[in-house]
């Protein structure tokens, strides 16, 4: 591994370590708190170290940065310690993997989107899909899945470079803020989703590109990218105002493609005889006549 890979790795590791334990307060962990003058809100170095079972110097060896051989039952007792979540345990554990040369994964992640799946895409007719990567290019969509996205596909960001990316949409482009009804947790999330990204592939220049634009360019991003939060992505209820048909909430699917690494299909299915199925049902006719466009009161 690089001198400047160990270096990030450790920055990574250093910075997760550190944010999640200042999240827990004493109390949160069972601990008891003696005298009034701590120094930090959430727990000491000390305090993570005998909840994990270790001594204060190995922790702070850990917290430094050093996860290099740390075994599985250390990285175990580790995530029991800062109370970490299913996301966050994978993501230590991928730091881990990154930390040690010996035990890294090759993270190869497809390019294109191939023919079968093109073909899948275009046989769902009557709900929104697409397929994307890791990084938020969105790399193919049916056609309802363009309609519903039509923002980021005609957002000017996307005029003069490609693929479209929702990320650098919500991030940059003033839009957004309209076609999110929750603004916030669309950013949160995003931030959370390529945060968990870093970890199972540190080395993704293109990925490391994008974050570096985005810090760069948006205080939203750089804020939340110092929480050092991540999440999975997988299902959930999406919240949008399609300028054509108005407010929409979408339960979703998000499903890895297993022989394409890094890709992922998406997909919306609401329930029939509500609000959005109807919504959807305008933009699907509008979108397959290439009629005028509706309004949200036709």
Avoid: C
Avoid at 131 to 141: E, G, T
């Amino acid at each position: 591994m690089a001198d400047r890979d160990k270096k990030g790795v450790a920055a990574e590791v250093r910075e997760f370590l550190s944010t999640r334990r200042a999240r827990i307060t004493p109390d949160q962990a069972g601990l008891p708190v003696y005298g009034g003058n701590r120094r930090v809100a959430g727990l000491r170095r000390e305090e993570v170290a005998l909840l994990a079972g270790m001594s204060v110097d190995y922790y702070v060896r850990l917290e430094r940065g050093n996860l290099s051989g740390a075994s599985d039952s250390v990285l175990e007792s580790l995530a029991h310690a800062l109370q970490l979540d299913e996301a966050e345990r994978t993501h230590l554990y991928d730091l881990a993997r990154a930390a040690t040369p010996s035990g890294r994964r090759a993270t190869v992640t497809a390019s294109r989107v191939r023919p079968t799946i093109l073909r899948l895409l275009d046989s769902m007719t009557d709900v929104p899909a697409y397929v994307r990567n890791a990084r938020f290019d969105i790399l193919a969509a049916n056609t309802l899945g363009r309609a519903l996205y039509a923002p980021l596909f005609d957002s000017p960001l996307f005029a003069q470079r490609g693929p479209v990316n929702s990320a650098r949409f919500l991030f940059l482009d003033p839009a957004s803020k309209d076609f999110w009804v929750d603004w916030d947790k669309g950013a949160d999330d995003s931030v959370a989703f390529l945060r968990t990204e870093t970890g199972r592939a540190p080395h993704d220049k293109a990925l490391t590109d994008l974050i570096g634009e985005l810090t760069a360019r948006s205080d939203d991003f750089a804020h939340r990218w110092a929480r050092h939060d991540v999440k999975f992505h997988r299902s959930g209820v999406k919240k949008l105002h399609h300028p054509l048909v108005g407010d929409l909430a979408l339960p979703y699917e998000a499903m890895d493609l297993p022989s394409d690494p890094g890709l992922r299909l998406n997909f919306y299915t609401p329930e029939s005889d509500t609000p959005a199925r109807e919504a959807l049902g305008l933009l699907a006719a509008w979108a397959g006549t290439g009629s005028a466009a509706p309004t949200a009161n036709d």
